[in-house]
């Protein structure tokens, strides 16, 4: 194991126990006093340096990092080339001035459209998932003078209003309502309600792959069907591919698993290679055309497209393509989803199915609770794995796409691990 007990590394506090008594403080008083309380329980530690596919703690300890930000570490932590482009930008302009013309927006928007699906070429550019959800949703009102949005249950696009309004959650949205009006739901992967429920709609939003309702992989051919529907209908067909987007699910976007193009596709976790926050939708031009062909400023993002996210998006659309990472993740994928179904296999008592396409796989566990001991036996074991946000059930495993053979394994003896310590557990209260 890799020790780093330099005091950078220790943010300045003189021990590793001091640092963890300051962050825990600090998020008692000021970041999210419930949350503080939960992650101290649950034995957290705390991230100091990341690089690749492993996070070192406080104490030395490094983990594979399987949670892998929710999906955003495609490229790994910190890989060189995004980190030379941002250092190297840092010096020129780091953020855009908004009055002239911005080199680097105007070539990751191109490589964009090259790399995108079919004909997807204008491209919008913001900083989060939600805030591309809420851009295409907005660009779909205005191009069809249709308000009508239906998404499918489970889904999660986001929680600004008008992305929570398209997600599949109850508990996220009920605090809040009332919500965007005119959204319907329908289940995910069906195709027969869907030319009657889009009718009259401005959009059909989904996700290639639903990652936050449990790893849900449809049926090969749904986005076609899907295309089909919007086609007969004229509703929009936008593709939410935040998650499945840049290799994830082992094709480039999750849409080129059934070959098709949507109007609009929303990005953001990948596309930046995990260093620079950043999100952006893209839509087919004479679409975008006609909904800001004569207002090109009512929808807008002050920090989206600067010049350190865009040189950011640009190194890691390239390293994606020259790393050949789409490949790996496909290959990395039936790795280790044949070693999930393994383990499934081993403790059915414990986990129900495994599910999963690319480096985006799921393990749903008989009970909700069995997470809790999964979870934090895995840690224990080096290796960090989360929840889905939508399906406490389900436990996700994103690693970066640069992930090795043996990586895999590793967290594959720590899923185990997990797995018989819950089921252990489950003895004792027999
Ligand atoms: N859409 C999808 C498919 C997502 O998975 C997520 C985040 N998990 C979002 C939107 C929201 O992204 P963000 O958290 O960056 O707002």
């Known amino acids: 194991m890799t020790t780093i007990q330099n005091q950078d590394d220790l943010y300045g506090a003189p021990t590793p126990g001091a640092l963890s008594d300051e962050v825990f403080e600090n998020y008692r008083r000021y970041v999210n006093p419930p949350l503080a309380r939960v992650m101290k329980l649950s034995g957290s530690p705390i991230e100091v340096r990341a690089e690749g596919s492993t996070i070192w703690d406080q104490n030395g300890k490094t983990y594979l990092d ?29 953020l855009s001035g908004k009055t002239m013309f911005n080199v680097l927006l105007g070539r990751a ?3 964009l459209a090259e790399l995108a699906p079919g004909d997807l070429e204008i491209s919008f550019w913001c900083n989060s998932g939600t805030e591309a959800v809420e851009g295409a949703i907005k660009l779909a009102r205005v191009a069809t003078g249709r308000k009508k949005i239906v998404a499918t249950h489970d889904a999660y696009h986001g929680k600004t209003f008008g992305a929570l309004s398209a997600s599949g959650r109850e508990a996220f949205q009920t605090p809040f309502r009332p919500l965007l009006a005119d959204v319907a739901h329908i289940p995910f992967g069906a195709t027969d309600t869907l030319d009657a429920v889009l009718a009259d709609a401005a959009a059909f939003i989904v996700e290639p792959v639903q990652g936050e309702g449990g790893v849900n992989v449809p049926p090969a051919g749904y986005l076609r069907a899907v295309r089909e529907a919007c086609d007969r209908t004229g509703a929009l067909f936008i593709a939410d591919e935040v998650q499945t987007g840049f290799g994830r699910c082992g094709y480039r976007f999750g849409c080129d698993r059934d070959g098709v193009v949507p109007d609009l596709m929303t990005l953001a976790k990948g596309l930046s290679g995990g260093v620079v926050p950043v999100g952006a939708y893209i839509a087919r031009s004479p679409i975008w ?39 790996n993740a496909r290959e990395r994928g039936e790795q280790l989803l044949a070693g999930c179904a393994e383990i499934a296999a081993e403790f059915p008592q414990v986990v129900a199915r495994v599910r999963g396409l690319g480096l985006l796989v799921g393990v749903e566990l008989r009970s909700e609770g069995y ?15 989360a929840w889905t946000l939508n399906q406490q059930r389900v436990i996700r495993l994103e690693p970066p796409l640069v992930v090795s053979s043996e990586e895999i394994e590793r967290a594959l003896g720590a899923l185990r691990a997990g797995v018989a310590a819950a089921l252990g557990n489950l003895g004792s209260l027999e």
Do not use: N
Not at 82 to 94: G, K, P, S, T
Not at 309 to 327: D, H, I, K, N, P
């Open 109 to 111: 928007s191109k490589r």
């Open 289 to 327: 055309m006609r909904a800001y062909g004569k207002a090109p400023l009512i929808h807008t993002s002050t920090f989206g497209g600067s010049e350190l996210a865009c040189a950011a998006a640009l190194a890691a659309m390239e390293v994606l393509e020259s790393e050949r990472l789409v490949e």
């Open 66 to 94: 399987f949670a892998g930000g929710y999906g955003v570490f495609t490229l790994g932590h910190r890989h060189p080339r995004v980190l030379a482009a941002v250092r190297e930008q840092l010096d020129r302009i780091a």
């Open 371 to 385: 997470g809790g001991w999964i979870i934090p036996e895995m840690l224990k074991h080096g290796v960090t794995a």
